[in-house]
């Protein structure tokens, strides 16, 4: 059994692990899978064909705990417990829930203090007691004693009182002083980790298409001193198509992964594929997973020929690989009366939103179908890759943007660094 400290507003956990609000996805499954032998039974529960309008969670059916992400920017959101039974808990080092103390009322009132007082729910049947960020909600013993605990009885009076004995159903954590209305907090500093991540990723253009990426990144303050990592830095750095290797490096720093390309599967779609001439050497990946970008380079020239971005929707292949890239991408709109005008497409957008934009249909798509290996089948299925303004978006059955691949202008040495766009 879990033996958890619990921090009001801020984090559940122990001396090896702990579970933060604003804590990113990935971070809270890479805990789970090092403590994989203790933590077991771990399911992933989400809206496969709305991802959007329901929070991530990860169910910790061993232990009753829920974690809830932000839909949106997949930080850890909501811790709730929901069944008690299966976990100890303390709060400033002094048990108030175990196998030998049960967390009654009184239990929680010596153990947390005084408070406003207990707010009840007839439709759940559950009286609400509320601290700032720690919310526990108690079942009544019995329907009768419900109509005494009515909000109108009284004068609402009898809500004052929560009735003695009664036992914690559920408890939760969480940012602020609403449940109903909490957010996911910013991302805390210890949550960093010594890497960088994207708060947002512009797709620059010229005339003809995709130029390069501006990245506004953040990254947990460095420098001399004990203060130095008491705050959080915010920088914008910006890379193009023709950059070198060093010019990437110097920019957004190391990948966390190299990856060498092995074959080329959309080779087949080019003009002249039997035309092309294997290459001696194989064009690389910079893996860039908390910005969730990757970065190809020529095997020959060693400049960037290529950008993939990631959307992390749950149900696609490469889930809980890389983090969210928020991106913005303009498009052209090529309707009457619309020429020259530009839309944006966001991590959001779905992929018969964007059609609209167009005001055109676009050709036939790709099928593609990933799997680790020819005998593995991918329990997600074939997504979809259309061609457009030199971009590839893979499209999931749901509609949804999985990647974006921006391509470079097919002549050489297409920018240069000086020519820094707006």
């Known amino acids: 059994m879990l033996d958890l400290e619990v ?235 023709g950059d070198s290797c060093q010019d990437v490096l110097s920019m957004l720093g190391s990948p966390h992964k190299v990856f060498y390309k092995s074959e080329d599967k959309m080779k087949i779609h080019s003009p002249s594929p039997h035309k092309q001439v294997p290459s001696k050497c194989n064009d690389y990946f910079f893996n860039y997973f908390t910005l969730g970008v990757d970065i190809l380079f020529d095997a020959n020239t060693h400049k960037v020929k290529k950008f993939v971005l990631h959307t992390n929707y749950p149900g696609h292949y490469n889930f809980n690989i890389y983090h969210r890239c928020e991106f913005k991408i303009p498009l052209t709109i090529k309707k009457e009366n619309a020429d020259g005008q530009t839309e944006t497409c966001t991590t959001y957008s779905k992929w018969d939103n964007i059609q609209e934009f167009l005001g055109h249909p676009v050709e036939k798509p790709v099928v593609l179908h990933r799997s680790s290996s020819p005998n593995n089948t991918n329990p997600f299925g074939s997504t979809f890759c259309f061609g457009l303004q030199r971009m590839i978006f893979e499209v999931m059955q749901n509609n949804h943007i999985a990647s974006v691949t921006l391509y470079g202008p097919p002549r050489p040495g297409a920018h240069l660094r000086t020519a820094e766009l707006p």
């Open 7 to 241: 921090v009001p507003e801020r984090s559940l956990g122990n001396e090896q692990w702990e579970f933060t609000l604003g804590m990113p996805l990935a971070q809270a499954v890479a805990i789970l899978q090092k403590h994989c032998r203790i933590i077991k039974n771990v399911q992933v529960l989400y809206s496969e064909q709305s991802p959007l309008s329901h929070d991530l969670i990860l169910n910790l059916t061993q232990d009753g705990i829920k974690l809830l992400f932000d839909a949106f920017n997949q930080r850890l959101k909501v811790i709730e417990v929901y069944d008690l039974t299966k976990v100890k808990l303390k709060y400033c080092g002094v048990h108030f829930n175990s196998q030998a103390i049960a967390p009654t009322i009184e239990q929680i009132d010596q153990s947390f203090g005084a408070t406003h007082p207990g707010v009840y729910n007839s439709a759940e049947q559950l009286f609400h007691l509320n601290f700032r960020g720690l919310s526990f909600s108690f079942q009544l013993d019995s329907w009768t004693e419900a109509p005494k605990y009515e909000p109108n009885f009284a004068h609402g009076l009898a809500s004052l009182q929560i009735p003695h004995g009664a036992t914690v159903k559920r408890m939760y954590i969480y940012s602020g002083n609403s449940l109903q209305d909490t957010k996911a907090p910013v991302m805390p500093l210890s949550c960093f980790l010594g890497n960088v991540y994207a708060e947002s990723v512009d797709v620059l253009r010229d005339g003809t298409g995709p130029s390069g990426l501006r990245l506004r990144l953040l990254a947990a303050g460095c420098g001399p001193g004990l203060l130095a990592d008491a705050k959080m830095r915010v920088f914008e750095r910006s890379v193009y198509f």
